[in-house]
C-alpha cells in the first residue's frame, strides 16, 4: 500500500490542488492550523529524504516561494518534520529522540470545507 502522498498523487485520495508541475504538488491542508496552511510535496517517493533524488527536488522551493506570494503571508514557516516525536504523520526519516531538534504544538482544527474550496481558488488563481 503507497502513502497518503502516494495516493494523493494518483488521484486515489482528493485534495484542494493549489499547484502542480511535472515534480511538485501543492495542496491546502484539511486540518488547518491557520488560513492558507497548505502542503508542497514532491512527487517522487522516498521513504526518506536522502532517498529522493536531487532533481525531484528542485522544484519544491520555488513552488513554496509562489504559495507565499500568492497568499500574501508576510510571515510565515516552512517546516518539514522528520519522524513521529517530531510531528510528522507520514512515517520517513527518523529523529533520534525527544529531547533534540524542534518542538512543536500542533493545534489543528476541523477545516470548513466551503471555506477552504474558496480559499483554495482564491490561492489558485494567483499562482
Not at 13 to 29: G, Q, R, V
Not at 86 to 115: C, F, R, Y
Amino acid at each position: 500500500m503507497s502513502c497518503i502522498f502516494c495516493r494523493i498523487i494518483k488521484g486515489e485520495i482528493p485534495c484542494m490542488k493549489l499547484f502542480e508541475s511535472e515534480k511538485t504538488l501543492a495542496f491546502l491542508d484539511v486540518g488547518p492550523l491557520s488560513k492558507g496552511h497548505a502542503l508542497v510535496i514532491p512527487k517522487y517517493h522516498g521513504a526518506k529524504l536522502a532517498d529522493i533524488p536531487d532533481d525531484q527536488l528542485t522544484e519544491i522551493l520555488p513552488t513554496l516561494k509562489k504559495l507565499v506570494s500568492a497568499t500574501g503571508a508576510v510571515d510565515y514557516n516552512i517546516l518539514q518534520n522528520n519522524g513521529t516525536i517530531a510531528h510528522q504523520q507520514v512515517h520517513h526519516i527518523p529523529k533520534p529522540n525527544d529531547a533534540e531538534g524542534l518542538g512543536i504544538s500542533w493545534p489543528s482544527t476541523t477545516g470548513d470545507m466551503d471555506k477552504l474550496k474558496a480559499l483554495c481558488e482564491d490561492i489558485k488563481s494567483k499562482m
